[in-house]
């Protein structure tokens, strides 16, 4: 069982949503859904430059429950570069830092969804009228994007109209 909860992305869900609950532990409590343990920016800043493990990548993509093929693109690396990075088992510090802007808004969409994975992995696959009619996901590909799915996070936490 202790496998199946581990494999299907869970487990790191419930750590994450523990760590909600018990408050304040730093500001990247997301990239507790990555395996890490890091939550100080400053911390979090130097694994970035040193790269952080394959694993790392699929821990999420557990969470998210999609194939290697589509966080390849979401993450905009190619899966030639992929492949390359699964047998070096570390992404570089670019890469690196796309994943955990992704892993923040899993975060942010499990707080507004209260930990529910399913209505969170829904919510971030469907396409939304206020994102341009595209999917959070595929919204949240660059920088301008990722934050304008922030902000809708914050509009429907705080019941305000899109």
Same mark, same amino acid.
């Given at each position: 069982?202790?496998?199946?909860?581990?494999?299907?992305?869970?487990?790191?869900?419930?750590?994450?949503?523990?760590?909600?609950?018990?408050?304040? %532990?730093?500001?990247? !409590?997301?990239?507790?859904? /990555?395996? $890490?343990?890091?939550?100080?920016? &400053?911390?979090?800043? *130097?694994? =970035?430059?040193?790269?952080?493990?394959?694993?790392?990548?699929?821990?999420?993509?557990r969470?998210?429950?999609?194939?290697?093929?589509?966080?390849?693109?979401?993450?905009?690396?190619?899966?030639?570069?992929?492949a390359?990075?699964?047998?070096?088992?570390?992404?570089?510090?670019?890469?690196?830092?796309?994943?955990? %802007?992704?892993?923040? !808004?899993?975060?942010?969409? /499990?707080? $507004?969804?209260?930990?529910?994975? &399913?209505?969170?992995? *829904?919510? =971030?696959?469907?396409?939304?009228?206020?994102?341009?009619?595209?999917?959070p996901?595929?919204?949240?590909?660059?920088?301008?994007?990722?934050?304008?799915?922030?902000?809708?996070?914050?509009?429907?936490?705080?019941?305000?109209?899109?």
């Amino acid at each position: 069982m202790r496998a199946t909860v581990e494999k299907s992305g869970l487990a790191n869900v419930d750590r994450f949503w523990r760590d909600v609950r018990k408050g304040p %532990r730093g500001e990247h !409590l997301h990239v507790s859904l /990555l395996g $890490l343990r890091t939550f100080g920016t &400053a911390e979090l800043h *130097s694994r =970035l430059e040193e790269g952080l493990s394959y694993e790392a990548l699929e821990r999420l993509r557990r969470v998210l429950d999609l194939p290697l093929s589509r966080i390849s693109e979401l993450l905009q690396i190619p899966p030639r570069t992929l492949a390359r990075r699964k047998e070096a088992k570390r992404l570089l510090p670019d890469e690196s830092d796309r994943l955990v %802007r992704l892993s923040r !808004l899993v975060g942010l969409a /499990l707080q $507004l969804f209260e930990g529910n994975l &399913a209505g969170t992995r *829904s919510w =971030l696959t469907e396409p939304h009228a206020a994102l341009a009619g595209e999917t959070p996901l595929e919204f949240a590909t660059t920088g301008v994007g990722a934050r304008e799915v922030e902000n809708l996070i914050g509009r429907l936490e705080h019941g305000i109209p899109l």
